[in-house]
């Protein structure tokens, strides 16, 4: 596997012999002072060309940078649009193990957008026309504090669809379940933790995407028990899951709540766990519900 100097030098000597590229940057986790160093960080890099259309429409420039395992080009999805002209990627997998998402953008784009990611680091600037920027940090992405609102929708919204995953349950029509659980239901529960970790941090952190770094600041029991949410398609073991993700996120909502001073509303979630506990006994022949 090549080294981290080893690619750094093959992204800035493909940079330096081209003058077609005026800038070179990168983003993403590599230059997040917070993110964990591993194996598995990729490399997001983007060239800042004077025309795009030349890379695009002579791919084989790539092969410079290795052998690939498999790639993908996200701007050729036909369900998603792209502007080419200004920005255009190549996401390579490498057969030595490193990953690089490339991009190629367009001065202009370039100069009308770069400010706005904070965890932009310039590695080599031709004409010294992004001189604007400060250390690399991810403040953009820390957990905002929610308005009452906010607070008052994310705890509806958690009990709300629990009753679909009932129906399911109850159904057992467990792909439907997990995609009410875990697209719908777990967001509700992993902003609800984030806003707990945003006031014991003073809300001054990024609890990362998927809320990867929450086991940071939440203690052991929380953590475990939220790992615990997680199931397979077994119909008890995810009725199980259900009840522990209705108890984390009651004791968890109620904390956000004081510390906040919003309304927690109890009666809705003791309805709602006594509805689920009902339909969980509920004969699969019943012709009625109640």
């Known amino acids: 596997m090549r080294t981290e100097n080893e690619m750094y030098r093959l992204i800035l000597d493909t940079a330096e012999r081209d003058e077609r590229i005026r800038c070179v940057y990168m983003n993403g986790s590599r230059t997040n002072p917070n993110v964990p ?46 502007d080419k002209e200004n920005f255009y990627g190549w996401l390579m997998q ?46 953009d992405y820390w957990v905002k504090a929610p308005s009452k609102a906010q607070f008052s929708a994310v705890c509806n919204e958690f009990w709300w669809c629990l009753n679909n995953v009932a129906k399911g349950l109850w159904r057992n029509e467990m792909p439907y379940v997990m995609d009410m659980l875990n697209f719908c239901v777990r967001k509700q529960l992993e902003k609800m933790l984030s806003w707990k970790i945003g006031i014991i941090t003073n809300f001054s952190v990024s609890v990362g995407k998927s809320g990867k770094y929450m086991y940071r600041w939440l203690d052991e029991n929380e953590w475990n028990t939220y790992l615990a949410t997680y199931s397979s398609a077994d119909v008890n073991e995810c009725w199980d899951a259900v009840f522990r993700m209705c108890d984390l996120f009651d004791a968890t909502a109620q904390y956000v709540g004081e510390k906040l001073g919003f309304a927690y509303n109890n009666v809705e979630s003791e309805n709602c766990m006594s509805f689920l506990r009902h339909v969980r006994n509920l004969p699969k022949d019943a012709a009625e519900i109640y």
């Open 37 to 82: 160093k591993d194996i598995f960080q990729d490399y997001d890099v983007v060239y800042v060309v004077t025309d795009t259309k030349p890379y695009i429409e002579d791919k084989s420039w790539i092969d410079r940078f290795g052998e690939r395992l498999f790639m993908q080009y996200p701007d050729e999805h036909p369900d998603f649009p792209s």
């Open 94 to 139: 490498f057969k030595d193990g490193n990953r690089i998402d490339l991009h190629v953008e367009s001065i202009p784009h370039a100069q009308e957008n770069i400010l706005n990611d904070k965890l932009c680091r310039i590695l080599l600037d031709k004409d010294c026309i992004f001189t604007k920027f400060s250390k690399p940090t991810d403040e």
